[in-house]
């Protein structure tokens, strides 16, 4: 399995930018499709962004469109989540999460198929 870290969370104002990482151990992450979600208080977990390292595919929720980009790095085992024009609808605790490969497509955007996760870290979008 692989162990994630996420990192580089924090209290922004509205319409600024954020960098999250998420590192990873254990596992390579060629065989994990990687995914970026979010939880508010008294709110369901919900898809961000999803990154798929064999093809370089990305996906997005329509609330981050335009504005989050997902990336991966190889050589350093980590993907980010580049957040720009942030929103205080953003607030939330973000998570990094590893699905291993071969499942349905339409899976990426369930996150009780996703096998690994990280601790979280907050996000704090001030108005």
């Known amino acids: 399995q692989v162990q994630l870290v996420e990192s580089g969370g924090g209290l922004v104002q509205a319409g600024g930018s954020l960098r999250l990482s998420c590192a990873a151990s254990g596992r390579t992450f060629s065989t994990y499709n990687m995914g970026w979600f979010r939880q508010a208080p008294g709110k369901e977990r919900e898809l961000v962004a999803v990154?798929?390292?064999?093809?370089?595919?990305?996906y997005y929720a329509p609330s981050v469109k335009g504005r989050f980009t997902i990336s991966g790095d190889s050589a350093n085992n980590t993907v980010y989540l580049q957040m720009n024009s942030l929103k205080p609808d953003d607030t939330a605790v973000y998570y990094c999460?590893?699905?291993?490969?071969?499942?349905?497509?339409?899976?990426?955007?369930?996150?009780?198929?996703?096998?690994?996760w990280g601790q979280g870290t907050q996000v704090t979008v001030s108005s």
């Open positions: 990154f798929l390292w064999r093809s370089s595919t990305t």
């Open positions: 999460a590893a699905q291993t490969v071969g499942r349905r497509i339409s899976d990426i955007y369930v996150a009780g198929t996703y096998d690994c």
